[in-house]
């Protein structure tokens, strides 16, 4: 995917969940750049300019596309000293807002 020059490479794949297929799009390479945490406060996103270019590539991908799931794997981009210091890691799943996927499923 190509945004604003810059070139975002992506897997893409298809899941079905009873009668609905939808198509999920994750990250080629999963990037180590950025860390979504869960504190006291709420959801903490920190990322660098590459991750920022990632989330903006995602972001414009999952408005754009009603029928797609586009995951990125936060969790595993942290090390142990800052597993330590915060609450639960988490991912990141943007979705197109007339889709209302239940992500608990």
Do not use: N
């Not at 604003?4 to 009873?18: A, E, N, P």
């Amino acid at each position: 995917m190509k945004l604003d020059g810059y070139h975002w490479r992506t897997r893409i794949s298809q899941v079905r969940l009873g009668r609905d297929t939808y198509r999920v799009v994750r990250a080629a390479q999963p990037g180590s750049h950025g860390s979504l945490i869960e504190s006291r406060l709420g959801a903490d996103l920190d990322v660098d300019e590459v991750s920022a270019r990632e989330l903006a590539a995602a972001w414009w991908l999952a408005a754009r596309s009603p029928r797609s799931l586009v995951y990125l794997p936060y969790r595993a981009s942290r090390t142990a000293c800052e597993q330590s210091d915060a609450g639960p890691d988490l991912d990141l799943v943007l979705l197109h807002h007339s889709l209302q996927f239940p992500l608990s499923r």
